[in-house]
């Protein structure tokens, strides 16, 4: 059978893959990973692999959660899981820029995107004041790292670079910007802090028009 010269064409379906994609197979990865109520070790290990997948490439975080402020580091929410179970953060560190020494109180992972960054572990003496735990690790691209309350939870995370903008992909167990925890200063008792986010918008991560027809 021959097809009428007169029939139009159907329009071609878009088959280009959306630059945010790499995030959104993360989230659903995650996701799924947490569905089977994993041990925390099992978080770890697996979702440190997960991450160092997402941050094995640098072409997906879109410009507004990768820029920097003059004076602040940035913490952009890229993903809130629907039941608070994780969250995902671009940490965007201008040059020179470091945290306070803070802790988490639930799991972290760290991914290296851009630039580099000192990720200095800290244990509290005696008298409940910060000292260095072991030497600063330096993350390059790729890298993962982890804290957690069973494993050490206190650390300052700091730009490795004074004159260029570092980037890392953070994952948490919890809604991150609203968890009660404490910042701990050198020379005073710790702080109480909530830390939000730097973000009043998220990236559409759902958009699949332009990934043609999924098949159900
Ligand atoms: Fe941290």
Do not use: C
């Not at 010269?5 to 989230?27: C, G, K, Q, S, W």
């Not at 992909?169 to 200063?185: D, K, L, M």
């Amino acid at each position: 059978m021959t097809v009428p010269a007169a029939l139009p064409l159907p329009a071609p379906v878009p088959a280009e893959t959306p630059a945010i994609a790499p995030l959104r197979d993360f989230v659903v990865a995650f996701g799924t990973l947490l569905d089977q109520s994993p041990d925390e070790a099992r978080i770890r290990e697996e979702g440190s692999a997960l991450l160092a997948r997402l941050v094995a490439r640098d072409d997906w975080l879109p410009e507004a959660f990768a820029a920097p402020h003059p004076t602040y580091y940035q913490q952009y929410l890229l993903h809130a899981d629907s039941t608070e179970r994780f969250s995902i953060v671009s940490f965007v560190w201008g040059p020179g820029q470091k945290t306070p020494i803070h802790d988490h109180t639930v799991w972290g992972l760290i991914g290296m995107l851009r630039g580099a960054e000192y990720n200095q572990p800290f244990a509290l003496d005696a008298a409940g004041r910060p000292v260095p735990s072991g030497d600063p690790d330096r993350l390059e691209p790729g890298a993962v790292a982890a804290v957690s309350p069973t494993i050490g939870d206190l650390h300052r995370v700091s730009n490795a670079f004074d004159d260029r903008v570092s980037i890392s992909i953070h994952v948490y167990g919890a809604n991150i910007g609203g968890v009660h925890r404490h910042t701990y200063p050198e020379d005073g008792p710790r702080k109480p802090f909530v830390s939000g986010y730097s973000n009043t918008t998220l990236p559409n991560l759902w958009d699949r028009s332009k990934e043609g027809r999924r098949s159900a």
